[in-house]
């Protein structure tokens, strides 16, 4: 019996041995079944990217129209899961411009014009409309006024026209966001116009305003100070990050106009992608802005809102307009409806 005992204990200490030489690295083998400081990080933030990022209580209460709700959901990539569903009422932000001004001696808002003629980011003023003249577009009647449209009529002028809508304040607007964002296999190209999320008031967040030129007539939209407009349905959204927007407008030695109508804070969240991702402005919470950007302006490090580390966008300071280029997650097909 004795005899026995010592055997197990033999045996006992040589597999204990033998696992000490596994947990230090000593066995053979080893190096490969171990993961350097990068891998380890992938791995980290891999884990992390399953977790859900939006949250009902980041976004402005009184935007809301309907409490926001968890529905089940399909992705452009097939994939089944759940969504937030938020409602929020129209125009929750101040909206009253400027935007088209009246006459070639007044300054509006401000325009993206890609003609021949002074093409660029600029504000509405004379020099704008008199370069679409020169590239043959009537958008200044014999008077000197500008010609503009509301879309009020479903009878479009022949006319060249600035673009103003009327305002519909009694719209309810929701979008379908996933809880986990699941990462496709090529980030998705922003079109024209093309949703991108959501800003924390409720507002739509849209790629680069319709093209001058592609519009056919040589009809401009008009923005705010803030990078955003109503849509002729009557719906306020913004073209640009407007929590950076000032700094945009330096960039483009603009002066005329201020955004004031939105607080300027270079690291404040400014919504979530309809991709389930968070969007800020231009800089990290230390105020150092990131170098490791992708293509989509984007990256994963430490937020004031996920301390732990998240996958967001980011504004650009110098482009315009300043949204993400691109999307690196799946989102609902139809992620935004209006009535």
């Not at 003609?115 to 004379?126: E, I, L, R």
């Not at 509301?150 to 103003?164: A, R, V």
């Not at 989509?296 to 300043?322: I, L, M, Q, R, W």
């Amino acid at each position: 019996m004795k005899r026995n005992l010592f055997s197990l204990f033999i045996i006992g200490a040589l597999l204990f041995q033998t696992s000490c030489m596994e947990d230090d690295g000593s066995s053979p083998g080893d190096e490969d079944e171990q993961l350097n400081d990068n891998e380890l990080q992938n791995e980290e933030q891999q884990e992390e990217s399953s977790t859900t990022y939006i949250d009902p209580d980041f976004f402005a209460s009184s935007s809301f129209a309907v409490t926001a709700k968890v529905v089940d959901c399909t992705l452009d990539n097939g994939s089944t899961t759940q969504c937030y569903e938020l409602t929020f009422i129209s125009n929750p932000v101040p909206d009253d411009g400027p935007f088209c001004p009246a006459t070639t001696s007044d300054v509006g808002g401000l325009g993206i014009y890609d003609g021949n003629t002074n093409a660029g980011f600029q504000v509405m003023k004379a020099s704008l409309f008199e370069a679409m003249e020169a590239d043959g577009y009537d958008i200044i009647d014999v008077g000197g006024n500008i010609r503009m449209s509301d879309f009020s009529t479903k009878d479009k002028p022949e006319f060249s026209y600035c673009l103003q809508p009327v305002v519909n304040d009694n719209l309810k607007l929701t979008f379908y966001i996933p809880l986990e964002p699941e990462d496709l296999s090529s980030p998705n190209t922003i079109e024209t116009v093309e949703l991108i999320g959501v800003s924390l008031d409720g507002v739509p967040m849209n790629g680069t305003p319709p093209s001058v030129v592609g519009f056919g007539n040589g009809n401009i939209p008009s923005l705010d100070a803030c990078g955003g407009h109503h849509d002729p349905s009557g719906y306020y959204h913004w073209h640009f990050i407007s929590e950076s927007m000032n700094e945009v407008l330096s960039a483009y030695q603009i002066s005329e106009l201020t955004c004031t109508n939105t607080e300027q804070d270079k690291s404040a969240l400014s919504g979530f992608a309809k991709d389930g991702y968070p969007i800020y402005a231009y800089a990290d919470m230390d105020g150092s802005e990131p170098s490791d950007l992708d293509q989509c302006n984007g990256h994963f490090s430490a937020t004031a809102e996920f301390p732990d580390g998240v996958y967001h966008y980011h504004a650009s300071k110098t482009e315009a307009p300043n949204m993400p280029p691109c999307l690196k997650g799946a989102s609902v097909t139809n992620a935004f409806v209006y009535q």
